[in-house]
């Protein structure tokens, strides 16, 4: 990679969360689902409220820029909340399966504005164009807990936020903002349950999980890991953060038999490679 595309890389990222205004109270959640630990139900009324009357809060936040790197708080004009060490991560990642020639495409399972994909169909387009990104999501925000299935829901209602529905028309004007929708960005639209079971995909050489929910971690672990490559990597997103996903991750490793390794990326988001 040449010193112009290092450049463009990091200043592609800095542009995808937003960093010029990472010293800026902004209309989010702040950090992101923390919402979940304390009184969830208050919070995100007060948010929705705001947010449709497009309100938006400002002031200076001093520790704003150590913030953003780790993906603490939403940007408003960013395109992707998980900050820098994380788009690292996927680089990281990236780099690896091209220069060990592992095959298959990536995907990522909860997309929000597109940012993370956009920065992954980026590098795939210096460093091997054959890659395909796929963009899943339901493009209506999260589902409502299927408690009856999956009791370890019960309380979330990330399914309630105005700020998670991004439509799937939004996403793909982001990526041509970008100069970067072409044949190699293929869009799942809909529900997890329903459309990976059946996703034309042959094989993966990058999972990148951001479902948030038990539901929808463990939908993405059943109908994608087995056509992850050896030497492929999964990322979990919110791992370190919403208990029902970290259990949904413990309950398919146990049930599958994987040891490998869980590797920290920021204490939000971790991975591990197959062996």
């Known amino acids: 990679m040449t010193e112009t595309e290092d450049k463009y890389l990091e200043l592609l990222k800095d542009v995808l969360i937003d960093k010029d205004n990472a010293n800026r109270y902004q209309l989010t959640p702040?950090?992101?689902?923390r919402s979940y630990f304390i009184k969830r139900y208050i919070i995100n009324k007060v948010i929705n409220t705001l947010a449709k009357k497009k309100l938006i809060i400002t002031g200076i936040n001093k520790n704003g820029a150590k913030q953003r790197e780790i993906g603490l708080g939403w940007p408003i004009n960013g395109y992707s909340m998980i900050g820098t060490k994380r788009l690292n991560n996927i680089q990281f990642c990236i780099e690896n399966v091209v220069k060990n020639n592992v095959p298959g495409d990536f995907i990522e399972t909860g997309v929000w504005r597109g940012g993370s994909c956009i920065f992954a169909k980026s590098?795939?387009?210096?460093?091997?164009?054959?890659?395909?990104?796929?963009?899943?999501?339901?493009?209506?925000?999260?589902?409502k807990p299927n408690t009856e299935l999956y009791p370890e829901d019960a309380g979330d209602d990330l399914f309630s936020l105005e700020q998670l529905?991004?439509?799937?028309?939004?996403?793909?004007?982001?990526?041509?903002r970008f100069n970067l929708l072409d044949g190699n960005v293929k869009f799942l639209k809909g529900w997890f349950k329903d459309t990976l079971p059946n996703a034309p995909i042959d094989k993966l050489a990058i999972i990148r999980l951001d479902g948030d929910m038990y539901e929808s971690t463990m939908d993405g672990l059943v109908n994608l890991y087995h056509k992850l490559s050896s030497g492929?990597?999964?990322?979990?997103?919110?791992?370190?953060?919403?208990p029902a996903c970290k259990k949904a991750v413990h309950d398919f490793r146990d049930k599958n038999g994987i040891t490998e390794e869980i590797l920290n990326i920021d204490d939000s988001g971790y991975y591990w490679q197959k062996k």
Do not use: C, M
Request: hydrophobic letters at 35%.
């Open 30 to 33: 702040y950090p992101p689902h």
């Open 123 to 143: 590098l795939f387009n210096i460093l091997d164009k054959n890659r395909t990104v796929w963009v899943a999501d339901s493009f209506e925000g999260l589902p």
């Open 165 to 176: 529905r991004i439509s799937k028309e939004q996403v793909e004007e982001n990526f041509e």
């Open 232 to 242: 492929g990597y999964i990322i979990i997103d919110e791992y370190g953060t919403i």
